[in-house]
């Protein structure tokens, strides 16, 4: 499997020289193949959301290096990223615009990383396409394109996101906890056309979540992030027979203390 992302010894350090200095990626050593789905957790504020903006370019890298399908894009700016990189967010309305329509926020989510208007055109060809895409949630949405999103609920507009970062087929695909916000079942929904478009379009994978279940349930491979480091980094069979208690367990092993079931569950 060729690799699609490489991190090289990733380090990023907060208010560096202060008594304040909070150095949150340690030396993070990363490559990711092609179709890997991997899931990430670790405790409120181990570094989980630094590591994806460093990823995602919103965050300058201080030390390190991250390359992408063998290009080195550790010095290029956000926006020449954003055409390879996808995000979605804990918060739904960090994805869509809200006085956009439906249609309209799928046209802009056409031009990912180019350069775009404000309100976008939508083609007759674009339409029947958007409700063709939009019809596979079962979220009745194909009905609804000309629907202000800013009407749509929490769960609805996270999974047009979804439909948005994955329109045009990005390389990685970045999720930082975007169901925490939802509720339990919307949730569910969320995460199975998450997993659905992820292995649709054979996608490269990065998703927080502070849910452990969901950690162990989704992906190919699971790492836990602890004091600035990866702590746990399980693929294949030893993720797929994983469970919470083993996977606390085996934190106890490597970290030699206590892992707090809330220290991830209510972060
Ligand atoms: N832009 C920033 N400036 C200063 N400190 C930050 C910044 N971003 C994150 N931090 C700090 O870095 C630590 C890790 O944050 P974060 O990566 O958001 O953690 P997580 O997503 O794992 O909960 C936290 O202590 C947070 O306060
Ligand atoms: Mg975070």
Same mark, same amino acid.
């Given at each position: 499997? $060729?690799?699609?992302?490489?991190?090289?010894?990733?380090?990023?350090?907060?208010?560096?020289?202060?008594?304040?200095?909070?150095?949150?990626?340690?030396?993070?050593?990363?490559?990711?193949?092609? @179709?890997?789905?991997?899931?990430?957790?670790?405790?409120? @504020?181990? #570094?989980?959301?630094?590591?994806? !903006?460093?990823?995602?370019?919103?965050? =300058?890298?201080?030390?390190?290096?991250?390359?992408? !399908?063998?290009?080195?894009?550790?010095?290029? +700016?956000?926006?020449?990223?954003?055409? !390879?990189?996808?995000?979605?967010?804990?918060? $739904?309305?960090?994805?869509?615009?809200?006085?956009?329509?439906?249609? &309209?926020?799928?046209?802009?989510?056409?031009?990912?990383? *180019?350069?775009?208007?404000?309100? =976008?055109?939508?083609?007759?060809?674009?339409?029947?396409?958007?409700?063709?895409?939009?019809?596979?949630?079962?979220?009745?949405?194909?009905?609804?394109?000309?629907?202000?999103?800013?009407?749509?609920?929490?769960?609805?507009?996270?999974?047009?996101?979804?439909?948005?970062?994955?329109?045009?087929? =990005?390389?990685?695909?970045?999720?930082? &906890?975007?169901?925490?916000?939802?509720? =339990? *079942?919307?949730?569910?929904?969320?995460?199975?056309?998450?997993?659905?478009?992820?292995?649709?379009?054979?996608?490269?994978?990065?998703?927080?979540?502070?849910?452990?279940?969901?950690?162990?349930?989704?992906?190919?491979?699971?790492?836990?992030?602890?004091? #600035?480091?990866?702590?746990?980094?399980?693929?294949?069979?030893?993720?797929?027979?994983?469970?919470? +208690?083993?996977?606390?367990?085996?934190?106890?092993?490597?970290? @030699?203390? @206590?892992?707090?079931?809330?220290?991830?569950?209510?972060?």
């Amino acid at each position: 499997m $060729p690799e699609v992302l490489k991190i090289k010894n990733l380090h990023q350090t907060f208010e560096r020289g202060t008594v304040n200095e909070n150095r949150v990626l340690r030396g993070i050593d990363l490559n990711l193949e092609a @179709g890997d789905f991997v899931t990430i957790i670790g405790s409120n @504020g181990a #570094g989980k959301s630094t590591l994806l !903006n460093s990823i995602a370019g919103t965050l =300058p890298i201080q030390e390190g290096q991250i390359i992408l !399908n063998d290009t080195d894009i550790t010095k290029l +700016p956000v926006t020449k990223r954003a055409k !390879n990189i996808s995000r979605v967010f804990q918060d $739904p309305k960090m994805g869509t615009a809200v006085r956009l329509t439906v249609e &309209e926020n799928l046209a802009l989510a056409m031009k990912r990383g *180019q350069r775009r208007g404000f309100r =976008p055109g939508v083609k007759k060809q674009d339409r029947k396409f958007f409700k063709k895409q939009l019809a596979q949630l079962n979220l009745n949405l194909e009905n609804r394109l000309e629907t202000e999103i800013g009407l749509l609920s929490g769960g609805q507009r996270q999974a047009i996101t979804l439909l948005m970062a994955t329109l045009q087929r =990005p390389d990685l695909i970045l999720l930082d &906890e975007h169901t925490a916000a939802l509720d =339990p *079942q919307t949730s569910i929904t969320v995460m199975q056309l998450t997993e659905k478009l992820i292995s649709e379009q054979h996608l490269t994978a990065f998703m927080v979540t502070h849910n452990m279940e969901d950690a162990i349930r989704y992906g190919n491979r699971l790492i836990m992030l602890h004091q #600035g480091r990866v702590a746990i980094d399980l693929a294949g069979e030893d993720k797929q027979n994983l469970t919470v +208690p083993k996977l606390m367990e085996l934190f106890q092993k490597h970290v @030699g203390a @206590g892992l707090e079931d809330d220290a991830i569950l209510l972060a």
